[in-house]
């Protein structure tokens, strides 16, 4: 770098942001519990490639849908020419997996996975380039009992982040010919309207009418209120699935609201559809979307495997949980190694690998470019670690083979120190922290 010129700076993609150390504490809650969640109802982890055959995405989601249409980050590889794509989203990766691998022979399968997925969308407050999804699969099940129970995985999920006031909206949209019998009454009422309808609803009219919809445009509300319901068109099989969803939820006291006009932004559903929503995020207020995607697999050239799954934008889900207060640890450590001088440094290091073999996290004084630092100004980072005891060695310390150790967060505000020998610290500090009984505390004298 020239010493005179100043150095340019480059700045993150637009729409694509920084996860920083203050919200990882919220963000390591979130995932640890949403872990144990879809533990506890048998899921298991698939990792799936973030790139992928551009034609994938176009043929799962659907060529006439936002995402395929004017969203997807798109690439020529330009060491073979092949077309590719960044995942928009993690359903088709999760559907490609199962047929390469024959995931489902040996009958069904739960599957969830976490990562982030593209869309080239107007970033705004919850809306991003990059963006971070949770979301899980279930491949093989047909009933109506799966797709209830995914539904009661999220809301024990919100009732274990402390979440409250998601609604969840259900619909169900029926199969192929259902869709097709309501697409040609919903075209002829959409005609017989056409000075009502906006370019993008005219443009969609005969390709995608379902997702007329889903406008957000206030001045076709009312037009697409009146429309023709889906719901009205469903058969006997189809209604008998959606009866059986409602059932278990209503059996299980899980609210809803049955929202006729829910469609969905992507192409692979049918039947059951559900988004879990909110009105504190804004315009962005949908936490988690799913449904049934019974077609795909076979559309895929698999075998016939009906699935089902949702998937749910993390940032929304954090933002949701810093208003609801849920406090997070933002601790780093269990100690902070505080020392002085070489042989004490020395001291320190062998005592800090012997703390962490006995499970504790153990952060170590390192020089910065200021240099090692003054016992003061080591003991305010022992502070600002949060760590629940520092240990300190200095000059003393090592001529009387002890070190002390300082309780950083004693109750009533009290800052006890106790000398200990060198070689009971570790024992003494697990005593400490993780609790035990029937030690021997005779050489530890804490003085205020
Ligand atoms: P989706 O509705 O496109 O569905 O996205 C699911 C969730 O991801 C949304 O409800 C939202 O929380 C979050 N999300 C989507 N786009 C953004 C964005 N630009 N910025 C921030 N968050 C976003 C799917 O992706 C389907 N694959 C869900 C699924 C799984 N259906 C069946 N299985």
């Not at 009418?209 to 009205?232: F, G, S």
Request: aromatic share 8%; charged share 25%; with cysteine.
């Amino acid at each position: 770098m020239s010493e005179n010129k100043k150095a340019e700076k480059i700045t993150a993609v637009k729409g694509m942001n920084d996860i920083l150390p203050a919200d990882a504490p919220l963000w390591e809650l979130f995932e640890n519990t949403v872990h144990s969640v879809l533990k506890s109802y048998g899921f298991q982890k698939i990792v799936t490639p973030i790139v992928e055959d551009t034609a994938l995405f176009k043929r799962a989601i659907g060529a006439v849908t936002d995402i395929v249409e004017k969203e997807m980050y798109s690439f020529t590889d330009s060491m073979n020419g092949d077309a590719l794509t960044l995942r928009p989203e993690g359903t088709a990766g999760v559907v490609r997996a199962v047929i390469e691998h024959n995931l489902v022979y040996e009958g069904p399968k739960r599957v969830w996975y976490k990562g982030p997925m593209f869309r080239h969308e107007r970033p705004q407050r919850g809306r991003y380039r990059q963006f971070f999804q949770v979301g899980a699969e279930a491949v093989g099940f047909a009933g109506p009992d799966i797709d209830a129970e995914l539904i009661m995985l999220c809301r024990r999920l919100w009732d274990d982040l402390g979440l409250e006031h998601i609604r969840l909206e259900l619909n169900s949209i029926g199969d192929a010919a259902e869709r097709g019998r309501h697409r040609v009454d919903l075209i002829a009422y959409f005609e017989a309207n056409l000075e009502l309808l906006d370019l993008e609803a005219k443009n969609r009219l005969h390709a995608n009418p379902l997702r007329i919809l889903d406008t957000k445009n206030p001045a076709m509300q009312d037009l697409v209120n009146k429309a023709p319901k889906l719901l009205d068109y469903l058969e006997a099989e189809s209604i008998a699935h959606f009866e059986g969803v409602k059932r278990i939820l209503d059996h299980n006291n899980v609210p809803y609201t049955v929202n006729p006009r829910l469609v969905r932004g992507l192409d692979y559903y049918n039947r059951t559809v559900f988004e879990w929503v909110t009105d504190a995020l804004g315009a962005q207020g949908t936490v988690c979307a799913g449904g049934r995607y019974d077609p795909l697999i076979e559309s895929f050239g698999g075998k016939p495997t009906p699935a089902v799954g949702f998937a749910m934008g993390i940032e929304r889900l954090i933002e949701l949980m810093k208003m609801a207060g849920e406090p997070a640890d933002p601790s780093t450590c269990d100690v902070y190694m505080v020392h002085q001088g070489e042989a004490a440094q020395m001291q320190a290091f062998v005592l800090a690998e012997r703390i962490r073999d006995a499970g504790l996290d153990v952060v170590l004084h390192c020089a910065a470019a200021s240099g090692a630092g003054s016992f003061k100004n080591q003991m305010k980072k022992a502070d600002a670690s949060g760590a629940a005891f520092a240990v300190i060695i200095g000059e003393d310390e090592i001529a009387n083979h002890v070190v002390n150790v300082k309780a950083m967060r004693a109750a009533g505000g009290g800052q006890q120190q106790a000398t200990v020998p060198f070689d009971e610290a570790v024992d003494h500090l697990v005593d400490q922290i993780i609790g035990g009984h029937d030690h021997d505390h005779d050489h530890v004298h804490y003085h205020h």
